[in-house]
């Protein structure tokens, strides 16, 4: 079973930083990307951070390239861990924050994952 728990979520002055973490455990392909997606209500998804396991593929949606930063570490067989490093937030970053895993590693992040995580809320106030 694939289980997928974010941390790291919360309110933050614009210019700030937060960093997100995502505890992934189970058996997923290991061919494919982890991620972050962010959503508000009433607006689409927005793929905005991919990575494959080995971090030879990483991919940012334009949106925040240069501001957030994605890594990830694998702590023993089945389990890893996904971060998302993020800098310089502005109002526009307000949303869910979601993970995800098993997707295909395409650079438009368009690629829809086998699995999520349950969301964390990230604020930004001005």
């Known amino acids: 079973q694939v289980q997928l728990v974010e941390s790291g979520g919360g309110s933050v002055q614009a210019g700030g930083s937060l960093r997100l973490s995502c505890a992934i455990s189970?058996?997923?392909?290991?061919?494919?990307?982890l991620g972050w997606f962010r959503q508000n209500p009433g607006k689409e998804r927005e793929g905005i951070a991919g990575?494959?396991?080995?971090?030879?593929?990483?991919?940012?949606?334009d949106s925040v390239k240069g501001r957030f930063t994605i890594s990830q570490e694998t702590q023993e067989w089945r389990k890893s861990t996904v971060y998302l490093q993020m800098t310089n937030l502005n109002p526009e970053d307000t949303a869910m924050y979601y993970c995800?895993?098993?997707?295909?590693?395409?650079?438009?992040?368009?690629?829809?994952?086998?699995?999520w995580g349950q969301g964390t809320q990230v604020t930004v106030v001005s």
């Open positions: 189970g058996d997923i392909d290991r061919s494919t990307c």
């Open positions: 990575i494959n396991p080995d971090g030879s593929r990483i991919y940012y949606a």
């Open positions: 995800a895993a098993e997707f295909l590693c395409l650079k438009s992040l368009g690629a829809e994952p086998n699995y």
